[in-house]
């Protein structure tokens, strides 16, 4: 999941206010399953977590993990 952020500022916002172990409970998981990479030439934070279901099983109902966007969008970032 990449988290492209607009501007220097919003960047350093995202870094700073949004944690690795808030991704890793919000997707009811612990913390050392998510890999977290800050990208700051691109103003980009990208997280890296196991998916539920291999991508492209007969179960898996999102395909690109794009159902997990809004879930990241609703926090309150401070």
């Not at 991508?55 to 690109?64: F, K, L, N, S, V």
């Amino acid at each position: 999941m990449d988290i492209f952020c607009g501007t220097p500022e919003a960047y350093a916002q995202i870094t700073q206010g949004l944690g690795t172990d808030r991704i890793a409970a919000l997707f009811q998981t612990t913390p050392d399953q998510i890999k977290r990479f800050d990208i700051p030439d691109l103003n980009v934070v990208k997280f890296s977590l196991p998916r539920p279901r291999v991508q492209g099983a007969i179960d898996d109902r999102d395909m690109h993990g794009a159902g997990w966007a809004p879930l990241v969008a609703e926090l309150d970032i401070n």
